[in-house]
């Protein structure tokens, strides 16, 4: 069964309890047994409230008559698929292209398609992309954000966790996660999958550039090999994902590039200053972070 609440009253009632006992979002969800991504869209007041989560939230029923109208569980089903979070929203279904490879790219570094369940029902379907509040906020906001909206017609969300340097892309749709699959990414946990660079972008050296890009922006750095000599700059790739650090260099390599070999702490660079050159006119940033640093190492090569 799922609960309607009075307008504000069932964001109310989480706030409400999460206070009381002074839980984290995170010990909340623990508390409810679900994950805390399911919380938000209930706090949200995006998606109704499960009778047994109230239930939890409320056992002195207080709330109770702020409950405006109950639905049974297929009551989303049958509207459209509501119940799933996000199934509902359209998509455009860009073509291939070297916007659509970067932006692979910033997700393989940064993001994660999620689909969430519960007692083995899809409740929604979400892509993720994280990254620091203050150093990457240009970036997510100003061109990422942007470049999702453009590709696939929609709306992108954005918001910071309490008591945490970050900022969140968060943007729930079945039919993004689907063409994201489709398009070579894989849904959950980068490390369990193991999700590496599509094979369509690997197969064509523009995407593959841009699919770099995405990449180094995102779990990449340039900074100064020595003190002493501030022009002498080095770009390192680092992840833990074994699959995608050696397919990353190998599109390096692929492009002309002369990586290192990879260090026991899952990282590489390029460090040779005809290669910096090379990778500034070949690939460049798009990240403002990158590109602040670079003009502060006050280079030639710029």
Partial sequence: MRLKFKKSKQKELILTFKQKKKFTWDELAAY???????????????????????????????????????????????????????????????????????????????????????????????????????????????????????????????????NKKALVLNIHSKELVGFLENAGLKNGNKLATQVTIPRWINENKDYLRACLRGLIDTDGCIHQMSKRDPHLLRINFKNFNQKLLYSTREGFIKLGFNPSRITNCNVFYLSRQKEITKYLKEVGFSNEKHKKRLKQFLSPMV
């Fill in 32 to 162: 409810l047994n679900v994950k805390r991504g399911a919380l938000l869209p209930w706090y949200r007041e995006e998606l109704l409230l499960p009778e047994h989560i109230y239930i939890k939230l409320d056992k002195k029923r207080q709330y109770s008559k702020e409950i405006t109208q109950k639905y049974e569980d297929n009551w989303g089903k049958s509207k459209g698929g509501k119940n799933s979070y996000g199934s509902t929203k359209t998509i455009t279904k860009p073509k291939k292209s070297t916007k659509l490879a970067e932006l692979i790219g910033v997700i393989l570094g940064d993001g994660n398609l999620n689909i969430a369940k519960y007692k083995n029902k899809i409740k929604g379907y979400s892509v993720r992309i994280v990254g620091h509040s203050q150093d990457d906020r240009d970036h997510l906001i100003n061109y990422v954000k942007p470049l999702f909206e453009k590709l696939f017609s929609l709306k992108v969300k954005n918001y910071m966790p309490k």
